[in-house]
């Protein structure tokens, strides 16, 4: 299942990274810095998951998220608790708190594999 990584964090795109190639589970397809842009990333690659980070500068995810309404799974990773309760308005996979243990970014990441696993037979 391709994913890809969006947090102005670099230090937050290489942990997510790291946490998706060590999972075997995932592949990532790029790490970004803010989602301008990444609708071709998104396309070209078949991205099915997107971690996505709330407090961004440029465009924050809530507006990324207002603008894009494609088929793709949204794990958000935030360092606020704030953001919960309004993320799930946008049917997102999962929530994650930073700083995000390797324990808790599986348990997300298996949620949206088994959503998609369940999406691609119910389509059939």
């Not at 809530?62 to 958000?76: A, H, S």
């Amino acid at each position: 299942m391709n994913c890809i990584v969006v947090d102005d964090s670099e230090v937050v795109q290489k942990q997510i990274a790291g946490f998706v190639e060590k999972s075997g589970i995932l592949t990532c397809c790029g790490t970004f810095a803010n989602p301008i842009g990444i609708e071709n990333c998104i396309e070209e690659n078949n991205v099915s998951l997107i971690f996505l980070d709330i407090e961004m500068p440029q465009m924050s995810g809530f507006d990324f998220l207002d603008k894009y309404r494609k088929d793709v799974q949204i794990i958000v990773i935030s360092g606020s608790r704030k953001y919960a309760l309004e993320s799930y308005n946008y049917d997102i996979t999962d929530y994650l708190l930073k700083p995000i243990s390797y324990e808790r970014f599986l348990v997300a990441a298996n949620k949206a594999v088994e959503k998609h696993i369940l999406q691609k037979h119910l389509t059939k």
